[in-house]
């Protein structure tokens, strides 16, 4: 991105952006369900909340098929809300080939020894359309693999060079980069905040050219090198579940976890929000009454609140709207971070939403080699059609109750994943003593990190 | 701040500014040390660091007077670095009045009963000359005080009422504003947000018009209701020290610390470089050696690391230029938050400091009554020039050895703080075994949280 960038993206008046040719209408991107579940059975969801008769079934995959580390799946479709199960999901081999040898579209293959090999599972959340997320599904990991090709020299290093080559232009190279503290995985975390913009431009060129439009959360877990990232953008969650920890492995960014960075732009471009909105927050919409009254408001840089005398501007619809689960955007999105809505607008609008979203993941780390595994440890990634009515505290009891009794069941972690699926459509299994149904797609992994010798790959 | 001030403040091409009528020339700020030290006397500092002999004395509040709850308080002035002390600190009473009675310029007086009252403790690190902080010790606290009536219905308040006036203008306002989690705490922390921005421009009209320069850090502690904020803007550092914890109150705010905030306005407004520098960050400023080849470096979105290909242009200086304590902003300030600076330009150009400085603080909130307090739990404020030299752990281990031998003295909270400014000069105390040297000024508050009747107000 060029210092410019945005003025010329977003805002009227700034240099026109060069003339693009018109290229050829491409076709739609057709819908399917994630590949590792073709073949796949599928048991009932919950009969009261289905759209018609057993519509909404929980499916696994088929139980010949292991995903890596002999990870567990399972998904439900929404109730009603849409024609599509809007979730993607995506998981397989990550094969990191030196760049010299640039081959292409290697992917799931078994890769000579000499390379970097890691594993992938992504989820991924759609909105206005599937489109997006399956767009996510097919293209993030190959942004990721070439992204890690570009820098595997680094990688393989103790530390990584100054210079890439390798060669020292300075003598003191190693130590300016000992000095900021620079280590390896500061460059998967870089390959991953690039391999998600990346993958934001593809999606955005290939929605504009089937004429498609939607936006998706996307959050994933790569392990490479002893160490798993966790990457997110959106509102799913993944936590790590041990015996006597729950850790807490991603952050939601939504309107109102992300409010001061959205209301700041709002406050250096006033020109995006067309006179439209207020940036200012109130704790509701203020309507004629409120007129010349002190009352409650937070701006941009404010973590407190004070009062300010309304006027007739502070009377307009607010940028953020909401409170939780319902916070929106500009009136339009729950999520402030993910993939696509290149073309969303505010309805009847001119108003983008795409300046005030961010495709930048925040990324974990953790430091798998140094957490003296036990059998039951696992990593718990899940869209927020389960948090929502799930705290991490309901799944950590699930997980463990479910996976203290199924010892010898070698699907264990699928059936998992379905038992954590069934507990989202008011079935409660003891566990959790809720019942609350989720009507939202739910997809979740079920991360295994210690099983040897029981996946398709070793850690 | 209107939406667009930015742009005007600070960018050519914007509208004009209102022309302002040249004001009448004001006379320098005169320099003193703080009020509380009047009539005190000094202990010699580390001889083998003064500039001439006893030239950097310790100094202390006089034995008869008392700080608001027995704090105690120690200065040394820095050893040649400038002909003032450019620490500054400021303590008293605060006395929180009710707006309708407007009565100005009280402090350190006793208040009636039916008002709120807190207390007050501030350090302000100058540079650049020292009447920035000598302005900041004069006025924030009646800038706080000011900002805090203006909210204090809704401080006196279970909840902070939605209109000041208390007025419903809709019955389910309560409920909104519940809904949003706002608490009496975030009328104060909006309070001293808001305070921190006013002397921010106070300091600017003043030093324009006594034709002075200068910045300041600020760290500010407030009692007030049972809590005890602590705000920071800079690189100062309040700790709370107990038998078993140490807390950390405060984190600083420098170039470092504050990467990508300042990256991403240059990359929003590229101008305020005048092309003279380059945002990007690398592990060290790249030559003409470097060129074309690929190095490490760091943009505004990432966390992580890359490689780019060396242009011309990155052979620039660095916006954000060495490591740790040696890090500066546009290769001239330490710090990236604090007050004033509002003339200040980078050596021999026309580019300003000031678009990339914050003076917002963060505000952190300790809840003093739910505590359980022991006879010997402090809270110690510092400037970075202690921090410079001791650790956290060492201040704490100094604190414990100290208060636990010194049980009956009733000056015992000002014999710490100068044990803890000895233990900055060289004198190893046996706490530390370090033996460090801080040629910078160094001031210390230690405030005992648990001192009944010891000092000049309840808590």
Redesign the interface.
């Given at each position: 991105?060029s210092?410019?960038w945005?003025r010329r993206r977003f805002l009227p008046g700034g240099p026109l952006p060069e003339p693009q040719p018109p290229g050829p209408r491409s076709s739609p991107v057709p819908y399917h369900r994630p590949r590792f579940l073709r073949g796949s059975g599928s048991s009932p969801g919950a009969t009261d909340t289905s759209r018609r008769s057993d519509s909404r079934p929980v499916r696994c995959p088929a139980r010949g098929r292991t995903l890596p580390w002999n990870a567990g799946y399972a998904e439900i479709i929404n109730a009603e809300k849409s024609e599509f199960n809007e979730d993607q999901a995506a998981c397989g081999k990550l094969c990191i080939q030196r760049c010299e040898f640039g081959i292409e579209d290697e992917w799931l293959t078994v890769c000579p020894e000499e390379f970097l090999t890691g594993h992938y599972w992504a989820l991924f959340d759609g909105h206005g359309g599937p489109a997006a997320a399956i767009l996510a599904a097919n293209t993030l990991h190959s942004c990721l693999r070439r992204?890690l090709e570009?820098?595997v020299e680094?990688l393989l290093a103790t530390q990584?060079p100054?210079?890439?080559?390798g060669?020292c232009?300075?003598s003191?190279?190693p130590q300016?980069?000992e000095?900021?503290g620079?280590r390896a995985e500061?460059?998967?975390?870089?390959?991953?905040?690039?391999a998600f913009?990346e993958c934001d431009d593809v999606i955005g060129r290939e929605l504009e050219a089937s004429g498609q439009v939607g936006g998706c959360t996307a959050l994933v877990a790569v392990s490479l090198q002893g160490k798993l990232y966790v990457a997110n953008a959106g509102d799913s969650r993944a936590i790590l579940v041990r015996r006597d920890e729950i850790r807490v492995l991603s952050s939601e960014f939504t309107p109102e976890t992300e409010r001061q960075r959205i209301q700041q732009l709002?406050?250096?471009y006033?020109e995006l929000l067309a006179g439209e909105f207020t940036?200012l927050e109130f704790?509701?919409r203020l309507?004629g009454?409120?007129l010349g009254?002190?009352?409650?408001f937070?701006?941009h840089?404010?973590?407190?609140?004070?009062?300010k005398q309304v006027e007739k501007s502070d009377l307009k619809y607010p940028l953020i709207h909401g409170?939780?689960r319902q916070a929106r955007l500009l009136g339009t999105l729950a999520v402030s971070r993910g993939l696509g809505d290149h073309q969303l607008r505010v309805l009847d609008t001119n108003i983008q939403l795409k300046p005030f979203l961010?495709s930048?993941p925040?990324?974990t780390v953790l430091d798998v080699d140094q957490l003296a595994l036990q059998e039951e440890d696992v990593v718990v990634m899940a869209t927020d059609g389960l948090w929502d009515v799930l705290s991490n505290e309901q799944v950590a009891r699930l997980v463990r109750s479910f996976l203290t009794g199924n010892r010898e069941d070698p699907h264990r972690f699928s059936e998992l994943a379905k038992v954590l699926i069934h507990n989202t459509q008011g079935k409660d299994d003891g566990a959790t003593g809720e019942g609350q149904v989720s009507y939202d797609d739910v997809s979740v992994f079920v991360i295994p990190l210690h099983s040897p010798g029981q996946g398709s790959g070793g850690h």
């Open positions: 991105m210092a410019g945005f992204q570009a820098v680094g990584p100054m210079h890439l080559s060669r232009v300075c003191s190279d300016f980069v000095e900021k620079i500061d460059l998967v975390i870089g390959a991953l905040e690039s913009q709002a406050f250096i006033p940036r704790p509701r309507k009454d409120d009254q002190k009352v409650l937070r701006d840089h404010m973590n407190g609140w004070s009062y409170q939780g961010l930048i925040q990324v």
